[in-house]
């Protein structure tokens, strides 16, 4: 992938600060990426964008093609004519440091339901042929979505391997009543959608005139309870009750000695590579449509995957099965083109995982907080480096590098950190900052929390437990024109600015 050398900073939207219990795409989201060019940054990376259920986890999205309705900005849907105001005024007293998932879903879906009613009724004939204008050329997702939307509501929230069979084996005749009886749900999850899509675009053009670049994440596997699972049950290991046989997971690891069981669907992927690969074929399409560069989480899993038995309670007793490999990149490269993608090819990793990556030039990641628990030679050390990585002093796996420092890291990891960088250890977030920027890994990404200076209160998830995360906000003020100054001022020093190049080569005179 041809990417200049640059810098970014990793904050999913739902971190950003507004009024109504959780970021949205709106005045805050704008006024970020104003941040992000005035600290001369050029990559925003978020994390998966889809709608989320139980868990509160991106990456376990109802479906992979969805916005998720959390991030839609109802003062822009009031300044539209979509809600009155005073619809606002009975919000609850949301945090404006912690997201409250719970009773975001009780206070606004109900709200974006009635500004679809509303819609449905008097929007203007120029906004409802867009809207069908976008049903139209998403239906191959969106008809799915929104009838496994609908069905989930009409079943009080169930996973679809639990309603009746009719419905769960997609008899024809059930879905074609279900389309009927629950038209005007179905109407409101389009609508939703069509909301997301709108804003987030305006947003991504927004930035992308800024000349900052959108990283988006997509998680290797779909979640069990989601429209792919249920609308492409060929795709997986499934019983005949549409139960998983397999499960996905990884074995005992840095975060945690009895693996993560995550729980998906593990994909029959001979029977999709004897189709062509069409799903990830327009699953890859969908999500360069809305990023400009994708990141495949867990990458390792195409070249060789962790099967864990359905009903084990832990992914110790898993075992390693072999991936599609290459053919699956050369069919989409051969449809699409060049490939944007990022390799998180953290983990156990072999050989085989390596080759997939560089046969197709993609660019890997380092972690500067796993550098210290081994010696001089670690490959994740900045000295090991080579140009096509992208460097992150911490992912959102990962405690902020203050609360690392202090509570994570062993006393080994904090002497040797100390000793490689000549530091005291007063102020760890930044010594990582410097050390990624100044690296020749050709992009360098850090999370705001290590530019803000946070401990553990600040972090974002802790793999291998289902309470609390994904819950962080920063709030208005919390950047100063100190922050901004610092971080422009590393980004220049350490040649990660490409105005710093602008006029400056061969061809402009240059030495």
């Not at 042929?129 to 989930?152: G, I, P, R, V």
Request: charge should be negative.
């Amino acid at each position: 992938m041809d990417i200049p050398r640059c810098s970014g900073i990793i904050l999913h939207p739902t971190s950003l600060p507004g009024p109504y219990g959780v970021g949205v795409l709106g005045k805050a989201a704008y006024a970020w990426v104003d941040f992000l060019e005035e600290s001369r940054q050029t990559v925003w990376q978020v994390l998966p964008l889809g709608p989320t259920g139980y868990g509160d986890s991106p990456y376990q999205s109802f479906s992979t093609f969805a916005g998720n309705p959390y991030l839609i900005c109802l003062e822009t849907l009031v300044e539209q004519g979509l809600l009155d105001a005073a619809e606002l005024t009975d919000a609850p007293a949301f945090s404006d440091e912690r997201v409250d998932f719970g009773a975001l879903y009780e206070w606004k879906l109900p709200l974006l339901f009635r500004a679809a009613a509303a819609f449905a009724k008097a929007g203007t004939a120029a906004a409802q042929t867009e809207f069908q204008t976008f049903c139209t050329e998403n239906a191959a997702w969106l008809d799915d979505y929104a009838l496994f939307m609908a069905l989930k509501d009409a079943h009080d929230g169930a996973a679809w391997n639990r309603w009746e069979m009719p419905l769960r084996s997609r008899k024809a005749r059930a879905l074609a009543t279900a389309r009927t009886e629950h038209a005007a749900r179905i109407h409101a999850y389009r609508f939703i959608q069509w909301l997301f899509f709108r804003q987030w675009r305006a947003l991504k053009e927004y930035a992308n005139r800024r000349a900052i670049r959108i990283v988006g994440d997509i998680p290797i596997y779909v979640a069990m309870d989601s429209a792919d699972a249920w609308s492409n049950p060929q795709q997986f290991f499934f019983d005949d009750e549409y139960q998983p046989t397999v499960v996905a997971g990884v074995p005992p690891d840095y975060f945690s000695v009895t693996g993560q069981l995550w729980g998906n669907p593990i994909y029959r992927w001979q029977q999709i590579e004897s189709s062509g690969f069409p799903w990830w074929i327009a699953r890859i399409r969908a999500s360069l449509d809305l990023y400009d560069i994708v990141r495949i989480d867990h990458f390792r899993g195409f070249a060789g995957y962790w099967e864990v038995p359905a009903g084990e309670t832990t992914a110790v007793n898993g075992r390693w099965v072999v991936g599609p490999g290459p053919h699956l990149f050369e069919v989409i490269q051969a449809e699409l083109g060049e490939l944007p993608i990022i390799a998180e090819d953290l983990g156990e990793i072999t050989p085989d995982v390596i080759e997939l990556r560089d046969h197709f030039n993609l660019p890997g990641m380092k972690i500067l907080q796993f550098s210290f628990a081994s010696d001089a030679a670690d490959k994740f050390l900045p000295h090991n480096y080579t140009p096509n990585f992208i460097v992150y002093t911490g992912t959102h796996d990962n405690d902020t590098a203050w609360g690392w420092y202090q509570h994570s890291s062993t006393e080994r990891e904090r002497d040797h950190f100390r000793r490689y960088f000549r530091t005291d250890g007063e102020d760890v977030a930044w010594t990582l900052i410097e050390a990624a920027l100044r690296s020749v890994a050709q992009v360098a990404v850090v999370p705001l929390q290590d530019v803000l200076n946070l401990g553990s209160e600040a972090r974002m998830n802790l793999p291998g437990t289902s309470v609390g995360n994904w819950q962080w906000r920063f709030r208005a003020g919390q950047i100063d024109h100190l922050t901004v100054e610092r971080l422009a001022d590393a980004t220049i020093l350490f040649g990660r600015d490409p105005k710093t190049y602008e006029g400056k080569g061969p061809e402009a005179g240059g030495q």
